[in-house]
């Protein structure tokens, strides 16, 4: 067990890492300004959203991770490839392009910590023409390059998400602190069984499916708020 490999992916970790996740709300600020999103519904709310969006997003976690192995070809173009299909499970324009701001933001960083070869072939194209980044793809990509387990990659992206989310219903809603840390701990084991079900689905993305009307319709409506707190 390397402990530097897990120290070093603790910090990536960090929900509070400067890549600008605390301005994203990912429609939940719509939800929470139209009185759907409550304290008291909150963890039921987020129990389904994992169930749902960060079980799309953990599959392809686990692929863009394995897109970083010795053995993996042609990267660059199972690279966009598995980008642009994750840009096609976002339909609202708002919520995409979050996934994507902080996925180049991410990549920005973590080159400026160390030298990856494999990163820095994304990085070095312009960000215009380049290929599309998702935030959850090169997490994965860097737990690959970190050489930390596919299963505590994807845990400790879960882990983050989710305490980003629960981070801004606390700026959204009557949400204390010692409830938000009780409503984290008691997400963990469906981490856990989210992690589980991405193993047996990532062989195939053409088996993946992501239904939340709900909360894409809310993204798609941020823009309308008189007031608004994030940018999406």
């Not at 700026?171 to 009780?182: T, V």
Request: charged share 15%; aromatic share 8%.
């Amino acid at each position: 067990m390397d402990f530097l490999k897990q120290l070093q992916l603790l910090q990536l970790a960090d929900s509070a890492l400067p890549i600008g996740s605390a301005a994203h709300s990912f429609g939940l600020e719509t939800l929470a300004a139209e009185g759907i999103l409550t304290p008291q519904n909150l963890e039921a709310f987020l129990q389904s959203f994992i169930e749902e969006g960060l079980l799309l997003e953990t599959v392809f976690c686990r692929r863009a991770y394995s897109l970083g192995l010795p053995d993996e070809q042609d990267f660059m173009t199972n690279w966009v490839g598995l980008n642009q299909l994750l840009s096609a499970f976002k339909p609202a324009r708002e919520s995409r392009e979050a996934s994507l701001t902080l996925g180049r933001r991410f990549l920005q960083l973590v080159l400026n910590l160390d030298s990856w070869p494999l990163l820095q072939k994304l990085g070095s194209l312009p960000r215009q023409n380049g290929p599309e980044v998702h935030y959850c793809a090169i997490f994965g990509l860097m737990g690959s390059q970190l050489g930390v387990e596919t299963e505590l990659t994807s845990l400790a992206y879960l882990n983050q998400t989710v305490t980003s989310l629960i981070s801004a219903c606390q700026r959204l809603m009557p949400l204390g602190q010692s409830q938000a840390g009780q409503i984290l701990w008691r997400l963990k084991p469906e981490l856990l069984e989210i992690v589980r079900q991405s193993q047996a689905t990532q062989i195939d993305l053409d088996s993946v499916r992501c239904f939340m009307p709900m909360v894409e319709m809310a993204s798609m409506r941020h823009p309308l708020l008189s007031t608004r707190l994030f940018i999406s």
